[in-house]
């Protein structure tokens, strides 16, 4: 069974990249920051990565600390894209909205999202301003990996 899994810039920066063919251990949970972030892009349903092959990072080794090491998933890392995608300062569906007020929170923007095929995870991942607005536009990277486990 194929498994979509989402590395973020954060934990990207903690865990040692997965190369295509290698066999990972890896902590996940569904959708661990907001049910709602992916629903946008093609990876809606797709796992995000908790802990994994620590870097010497206090941090990387925290993690399997707290997720536990008897959870973990074993599998093959079977494909690689790299995902840009765009996010706003956007009214969240959560607040009611009038004409002159409303809360706003940061929301990826559908359609935005941009895939490539990596034969290698890059070196790191990008998140970087769109504008000079203070809470504009931003693009940000995500590794994607289908991790193949057992059935």
């Known amino acids: 069974m194929i498994t979509p899994v989402v590395i973020d810039g954060l934990r990207?920066?903690?865990f040692v990249p997965p190369e295509l063919g290698e066999t990972v251990r890896w902590g996940l949970s569904w959708n661990v920051d907001n049910p709602r972030r992916w629903a946008v892009a093609e990876v809606a349903g797709a796992l995000h990565l908790l802990a994994g092959t620590p870097r010497d990072d206090p941090n990387a080794r925290q993690a399997w600390i707290d997720f536990g090491a008897d959870a973990a998933t074993t599998g093959v890392v079977r494909r690689l894209r790299l995902m840009s995608m765009e996010s706003d300062m956007l009214?969240?569906?959560k607040f009611p909205h009038g004409p002159n007020w409303g809360w706003a929170t940061r929301q990826f923007v559908p359609g935005s999202e941009r895939f490539y095929e990596l034969a290698r995870a890059p070196r790191a991942l990008r998140s970087y301003q769109l504008t000079d607005r203070e809470y504009?536009?931003?693009?940000?990277?995500?590794l994607l990996v289908d991790l193949e486990t057992a059935a």
Do not use: K
């Open 12 to 14: 990207f920066r903690w």
């Open 136 to 142: 504009g536009p931003r693009r940000e990277d995500f």
């Open 91 to 93: 009214p969240d569906p």
